[in-house]
Nanobody
Framework: VQLQASGGGLVQPGGSLRLSCTTSGFPLNRYNIGWFRQAPGKEREGVSYDSRVNGIRYYSNSTEGRFTVSRDYAKNTIYLQMSSLKPEDTAVYYC????????????????????WGQGTLVTVSS
């Protein structure tokens, strides 16, 4: 099982960026995917969750309305489209996979995920 996040970079406040999480070694349609981020000196924070059950997605309070998660089964890839970026969005972003369905009260907990990719750095700065 492998996940690889990519697409990070430097973007100005108010800008947009799309992260990709490319997966291999497992059937994506049987796994639930979470996006997390970790800023220096802070704990890892759940950003969004995309369920293998179509249409169930969760977002953190700080990202809802600005971030959108989606998946492309043909490419075995999950995307995190980020818009209206703020300096406080600066962090290393990770994707993670779980075969278990998670819920509105648990998707944001890192211990709910079995597999993690390496992170990609997003810097929002002018």
């Amino acid at each position: 099982v492998q996940l690889q996040a990519s697409g990070g970079g430097l973007v100005q406040p108010g800008g947009s960026l799309r992260l990709s999480c490319t997966t291999s070694g497992f059937p994506l349609n049987r796994y639930n995917i979470g996006w997390f981020r970790q800023a220096p000196g802070k704990e890892r924070e759940g950003v969004s969750y995309d369920s293998r059950v179509n249409g169930i997605r969760y977002y953190s309070n700080s990202t809802e309305g600005r971030f959108t998660v989606s998946r492309d089964y043909a490419k075995n890839t999950i995307y995190l489209q980020m818009s209206s970026l703020k300096p406080e969005d600066t962090a290393v972003y990770y994707c993670a996979a779980s075969p278990n369905l998670l819920f509105s009260y648990s998707w944001h907990l890192p211990q709910g995920y079995d597999y993690w990719g390496q992170g990609t750095l997003v810097t929002v700065s002018s």
